[in-house]
């Protein structure tokens, strides 16, 4: 079974709106990352938040981590065309402080209209 | 600063050949991992690799597949005797601490 899930699967929004995709994942974290991959390339990574952190932004993203209900969330403020992709959450459960593997969850694919 | 690479970007082989992907880490990092994708999916974790071991193959499967991460050179992934269902995506990451960063993949074709 998937350690994340993304919800929702799909979102469709017209460019300048703001976009939120959410993360639940199973088991304690020791952080969880975004990444974003557009059509048929690699992943490109976003932002990593720690398990002891809240709240972490990074120019027009947010992202917030709430460990007592294991959720996540990403939000995109004022979305462009060009963030048109599709966006994974990824946990690092451990045991190590690094060099572990990641979890992903199979994604949101975000359609910015212009 | 060179990304992580890999190659080739797209291999095709036909059922029973072998596929060798090969990756190289960004500078300085000494850590690898290899992912597979398959087509509207996440990516699922095969193996975690140092310089000359292996740390972590909890995803690979138990036959046809293995890795390596030599002391000199790239870490190959090597796939035995192709099926049709190992057609896939296949991503290698490189780390120095916990950010992990992705090349841009080698998508596999099996005929």
């Known amino acids: 079974s998937q350690q994340g899930e993304e919800d929702p699967q799909a979102l469709s929004i017209q460019e300048g709106e703001n976009a939120t995709m959410n993360c639940s994942y199973k088991?304690?974290?020791?952080?969880l990352q975004w990444y974003r991959q557009n059509s048929g390339r690699g992943l490109v990574h976003l932002i990593l938040?720690?398990?002891?952190?809240r709240e972490k932004h990074s120019g027009r993203l947010r992202v917030t981590l709430d460990t007592s209900k294991k959720s996540s969330s990403l939000l995109i403020t004022a979305s462009r065309a060009a963030d048109t992709a599709s966006y994974f959450c990824?946990?690092?459960?451990?045991?190590?402080?690094?060099?572990?593997?990641?979890?992903f969850g199979g994604g949101t694919r975000v359609l910015v209209k212009p | 600063n060179a990304g992580v690479m890999q190659n080739p970007r797209h291999l095709v082989r036909r059922r029973g050949q072998e596929a060798r992907l090969r990756c190289s880490p960004m500078?300085?990092?000494?850590?690898v991992y290899w992912y597979r994708q398959l087509p509207e999916e996440g990516l699922k974790f095969m193996v975690y690799?140092?310089?000359?071991?292996?740390?972590?193959e909890s995803g690979m499967p138990k036959e046809r597949f293995s890795a390596e991460f030599p002391k000199e050179g790239p870490s190959i992934l090597r796939i035995q005797q192709v099926v049709r269902g190992d057609s896939a995506a296949y991503f290698c990451?490189?780390?120095?601490?916990?950010?992990?960063?992705f090349g841009p993949g080698t998508r596999l074709t099996v005929l």
């Open positions: 990451a490189s780390s120095r601490a916990d950010t992990q960063y």
């Open positions: 088991t304690s974290i020791n952080n």
């Open positions: 938040i720690r398990s002891n952190e």
């Open positions: 990824a946990t690092d459960a451990g045991p190590l402080a690094a060099g572990n593997k990641l979890t």
């Open positions: 500078k300085g990092h000494s850590h």
């Open positions: 690799l140092q310089k000359e071991n292996i740390i972590d």
